[in-house]
């Protein structure tokens, strides 16, 4: 089974810019996730979607958003582009089934690194 | 928000076995993992265990949870120089979402 693709893997953009990036989970996998991983904060938690609804949010700036579509892809967007939103941006999908049992066995995509210039 | 805490650095010999340390903050943890990264690569999922089991073994990895103390050990048995990497522990409560919240990272490296 293929594993959690995100595209692009790398990325440079201009501070005031903005940015989306793809995630596409694993087969069957109906729940995405979205964390932030930099040197300084370490990884941290951006949004959870399931059924192309919003379940859970961290604490980030509405510049970030995301949406989920029907076959469970998720794209992450960030606006007006600041020098510190360079990271690795990750995706990790869970949940399988019309319930989403096991939404806590999540599985990591290879992420997209982003350059903020 | 809660803490979860990892010593940044563990370097053993080949053959040896590993222990890495975590403690977290949050009582209402239910889920608790270990992920593997290496270098320009994403997470890999190495196990996991629920907060009403105190020990979980996987092949060479073995997870030991000491619920009271809010403590969480990873022991790699065995350990290999392709298990030179970074360990993030992570907890979960599941009351809203499964979100994770990372530790810092440990990172181990095997010397031959």
């Known amino acids: 089974k293929a594993g959690v693709t995100q595209t692009p893997r790398y990325l440079i953009k201009t501070r005031g810019q903005q940015v989306t990036l793809s995630c596409s989970p694993i087969?069957?996998?109906?729940?995405v996730s979205w964390y932030q991983q930099t040197p300084g904060q370490g990884l941290q938690f951006l949004f959870e979607?399931?059924?192309?609804?919003?379940?859970n949010k961290g604490n980030f700036p509405g510049r970030f958003s995301g949406r989920q579509f029907s076959n469970s892809r998720s794209e992450m967007n960030v606006s007006t582009l600041e020098l510190g939103d360079s990271a690795l941006y990750l995706c990790?999908?869970?949940?399988?089934?019309?319930?989403?049992?096991?939404?806590?066995?999540?599985?990591f995509g290879p992420g997209t690194r982003l350059t903020v210039t | 928000g809660e803490d979860v805490e990892q010593s940044l650095f563990l370097s053993v010999r080949e053959g040896d076995s590993s222990v890495i340390n975590c403690t977290y903050t949050?009582?209402?943890?239910?889920?608790l993992y270990w992920y593997k990264q290496e270098p320009g690569a994403g997470l890999q999922l190495l196990t996991y265990?629920?907060?009403?089991?105190d020990m979980k073994q996987d092949q060479r990895l073995t997870v030991l949870l000491n619920k009271k103390d809010k403590h969480l050990s990873l022991r790699i048995a065995d350990t290999q120089t392709g298990d030179s990497a970074i360990y993030f522990c992570?907890?979960?409560?599941?009351?809203?979402?499964?979100?994770?919240?990372f530790g810092k990272g440990t990172s181990l490296l095997v010397t031959p």
């Open positions: 990790a999908s869970s949940g399988t089934g019309t319930g989403a049992t096991r939404r806590y066995e999540q599985y």
């Open positions: 087969s069957g996998h109906r729940s």
């Open positions: 979607y399931f059924s192309e609804t919003q379940r």
């Open positions: 949050d009582s209402s943890s239910t889920y």
């Open positions: 265990i629920f907060s009403n089991m």
């Open positions: 992570a907890e979960s409560s599941g009351h809203s979402g499964y979100a994770l919240n």
